[in-house]
């Protein structure tokens, strides 16, 4: 118990250091310019474009904070219960299919939640209102791939998480793919390698 109060005590202590301060400033720049709106246009401009980086710097903060939360779930119950896990945290209903029954090797496993945990951001993001997860074994190796039917803009920032997951992919020796899928849909998936599958 005293270990879980730690981690919360850690956990509230990078929230308040980080995005909790972007954001208080952020409500602070918008306030200022909701009052300069009808006197003084242009600052009232500048002061939301504050605003939206402080925000953006924020959610980058809040994003790495739960890569550091998140994956502990992944390495004390292995990859079935944390997809389960990123799966019921969605405030979108989603979908999944299939299960390992059986732990990964450490690689494997982080860069199969890290394919989930983009792609639901990313589908989230987009304002999907179906989302699918499916992880399946394959010869030599694991399916892994996130299915919606977003249509909404992404910001540079989702670009960025792409690109640095096609390197965590690539570095085990695996493909990304990101393109569209049947019936309007978007596909996120990758396939792991798995030594000793056939």
């Given at each position: 118990?005293?270990?879980?109060?730690?981690?919360?005590?850690?956990?509230?202590?990078?929230?308040?250091?980080?995005?909790?301060?972007?954001?208080?400033?952020?409500?602070?720049?918008?306030?200022?310019?909701?009052?300069?709106?009808?006197?003084?246009?242009?600052?009232?401009?500048?002061?939301?474009?504050?605003?939206?980086?402080?925000?953006?710097?924020?959610?980058?903060?809040?994003?790495?904070?739960?890569?550091?939360?998140?994956?502990k779930l992944l390495s004390d119950r292995g990859l079935d219960t944390a997809l389960d896990g990123l799966a019921a945290s969605c405030p979108t209903a989603v979908s999944l299919h299939g299960a390992i029954g059986g732990r990964l090797p450490e690689g494997i496993e982080l860069a199969a939640y890290y394919v989930v945990e983009?792609?639901?951001?990313?589908?989230?993001?987009?304002?999907?209102?179906?989302?699918?997860?499916?992880?399946?074994?394959?010869?030599?190796?694991?399916?892994?791939?996130?299915?919606?039917?977003?249509?909404?803009?992404?910001?540079?920032?989702?670009?960025?998480?792409?690109?640095?997951?096609?390197?965590?992919?690539?570095?085990?020796?695996?493909?990304?793919?990101?393109?569209?899928?049947?019936?309007?849909?978007?596909?996120?998936?990758?396939?792991?390698?798995?030594?000793?599958?056939?």
């Open positions: 118990m005293r270990a879980a109060d730690r981690v919360r005590s850690e956990i509230a202590e990078e929230l308040n250091a980080g995005p909790r301060r972007r954001l208080v400033a952020a409500s602070g720049q918008l306030a200022a310019a909701h009052r300069e709106l009808e006197t003084d246009r242009a600052q009232a401009l500048l002061l939301i474009a504050s605003a939206r980086r402080a925000i953006e710097a924020g959610l980058q903060e809040l994003q790495q904070l739960a890569r550091g939360i998140h994956p983009v792609g639901l951001r990313r589908a989230v993001d987009g304002a999907a209102g179906l989302i699918g997860i499916d992880v399946s074994r394959r010869p030599r190796g694991l399916r892994v791939a996130v299915c919606h039917d977003a249509t909404g803009p992404l910001s540079p920032m989702h670009d960025r998480d792409l690109d640095e997951l096609n390197d965590r992919v690539g570095a085990i020796g695996g493909r990304l793919m990101a393109a569209p899928a049947s019936g309007g849909r978007t596909l996120l998936a990758a396939h792991l390698p798995l030594a000793g599958d056939a």
